[in-house]
């Protein structure tokens, strides 16, 4: 028999293969969140497809705030449904899926407190916007001397 028909419920997650998951998308968030605090975000490109992926978001999602976002703008059934169509749009794209973390509130820095959970084209939708819309602006200022004293140790 096919290892793939049989029942999901015979199946268990790997914590293994989650913490290593969990440690990757952190490690992501962390290099991103010190780039965007040491160079100017308005002239980030995070990928080759920044204008036609920003385009296609405010095509989609014209009046989403970018730089305070909840669960609700991302997760609820309605949203979920907006997001899958936002998402298949960008299928191609090279780890368009995976998980990543985004920051919920743009002015603040990663926290427990302060990460959404999402996948890769939705977290490079909304910072490409934040990068151009300014939202991300003020934290070179604002945690410089943080990402200075990482840099030193």
Not at 29 to 57: G, H, M, W
Not at 117 to 126: E, S
């Amino acid at each position: 028999m096919d290892v793939l028909s049989r029942p999901a419920d015979e199946f268990e997650n790997d914590n293994l293969v989650e913490e290593m998951w969990a440690m990757k998308a952190f490690e992501h968030a962390e290099v991103y969140f010190n780039l965007i605090c040491s160079v100017d975000p308005r002239f980030l490109k995070l990928t080759p497809y920044d204008d036609q992926i920003y385009t296609t978001f405010r095509q989609d999602f014209p009046d989403l705030k970018v730089s305070v976002l909840s669960d609700d703008d991302l997760k609820t059934p309605h949203e979920k449904v907006r997001w899958r169509s936002f998402t298949e749009k960008f299928n191609k794209l090279e780890d368009y899926s995976y998980g990543t973390l985004l920051r919920a509130d743009a002015s603040k820095e990663f926290g427990q407190d302060n990460a959404i959970f999402v996948p890769r084209i939705q977290f490079l939708a909304i910072e490409i916007a934040r990068n151009r819309e300014g939202c991300n602006d003020q934290l070179r200022e604002k945690f410089k001397d943080k990402v200075k004293a990482k840099d030193e140790e």
